[in-house]
């Protein structure tokens, strides 16, 4: 078997465990032998995590990933196509974040030398990088490290991303029979339809998104219904336009709701904030000398989504976010070239042998 048959083997293994956000333990207990067979300790904290350490030479170094994927996975079917791992297309693939694992562990077999290591594989990253969040950095001897959670060419370096706020609403209506007395009603979910086609949503501008992903309501279709609850958020690189554009989905709201018999409660919740690596720190550096030695061009660029790494930046771990070449992320048709699971693993194993210093 050559490494290339085990890393690929290794991502096949890692998305026929089903482990959506909140159900990772099955995957846990997976990778809890794996970690220790590579002479780490592992521990698991009360949120989940997993926590491996090794030792090594020179300034420690962590590596994560996340072990939840978003839904639907059940029943999963990957398929190989031309040496692209998909699905059938009743499920997501899991590549997100199963190619960053499946990196991960390859590249510490591979490694000749390597600096002392803090692997973190964490929990509930898809539901609002709770697992992160719940991470005691205390319990970490690294001070930078990287997550392999990001698309694009190997090469790629995300030293940037947003702040994200949480938008939701209750929207209160009047119930009454939609048949005898529809006139005596106020239907909560035409107030919440009517707000949402006053809002600006998708890509706002170069820096700013919007979305309303979830709404939700109603009990028969012979009732005017009288409650419905709306999930939103925004995202933005400025936090002035971040508080811009979320307020200007409340004023939607409570404004559209009030005007047409209602009322509206909304609330706008913190998720995560930006974060932006200047392109003279060490790491970033480091990074892209490596790469280009490898011969993968290295660029950095500012992403539009969150990750464990803006958790861990605003906890004072420098960490930026390495592509691992997955695509169409969150749907359906996602997928990801055993190519560049490949050249990821080859570029980390070069880092991480860099990291050491000289043989």
């Not at 811009?244 to 913190?270: P, Y």
Request: charged share 25%.
């Amino acid at each position: 078997m050559t490494d290339t048959d085990r890393l690929l083997d290794t991502f096949r293994a890692l998305t026929h465990i089903n482990s959506p956000s909140g159900a990772e333990e099955p995957l846990a207990r997976y990778l809890l032998p794996v970690l220790e067979d590579l002479a780490f300790t592992v521990d698991q904290d009360e949120a989940g995590n997993l926590i491996a350490k090794a030792p090594g030479v020179g300034e420690p170094f962590l590596l994560c990933a996340h072990m939840d994927t978003v839904e639907p996975t059940e029943g999963i079917v990957v398929l190989e196509t031309d040496g692209v791992f998909h699905t059938d297309g009743s499920t997501i693939l899991g590549a997100d974040d199963k190619a960053g694992i499946a990196v991960i562990l390859e590249a510490i077999r591979r490694a000749e030398r390597r600096p002392p290591l803090d692997v973190v594989f964490t929990v509930h990253e898809e539901g609002g990088l709770h697992g992160a969040k719940a991470l005691d950095l205390k319990r970490l001897r690294a001070r930078q490290g990287l997550v392999l959670d990001s698309g694009g060419p190997i090469g790629t370096l995300v030293t940037g991303a947003p702040s994200q706020v949480k938008v939701t609403a209750r929207i209160h209506g009047v119930a009454a029979h939609a048949g005898g007395s529809p006139e005596k009603g106020v239907n909560a979910i035409m107030l919440a339809a009517q707000a949402i086609a006053r809002m600006t949503l998708g890509r706002i501008d170069g820096e700013t998104t919007a979305n309303i992903g979830v709404i939700r309501g109603g009990q028969a279709t012979n009732i005017v219904p009288d409650l419905v609850e709306v999930w939103g958020e925004a995202r933005s690189h400025d936090e002035a336009k971040l508080s811009a554009q979320a307020e200007s989905m409340k004023r939607a709201l409570e404004e559209t709701a009030a005007a047409g018999g209602g009322r509206a409660e909304v609330e706008i919740t913190d998720s995560y904030h930006r974060f932006r690596i200047p392109a003279d720190d060490l790491l970033v550096q480091t990074f892209s000398r490596v790469a280009e030695g490898a011969g993968f061009p290295p660029t950095t660029v500012r992403g539009g989504g969150g990750s464990d790494a803006n958790i861990f930046n605003a906890k004072g771990l420098t960490c930026a976010n390495m592509s691992m070449g997955m695509a169409n992320s969150h749907g359906k048709d996602e997928y990801v070239r055993a190519e560049d699971m490949e050249q990821g693993t080859v570029l980390l194993t070069a880092l991480l042998e860099h990291l050491a210093g000289p043989g």
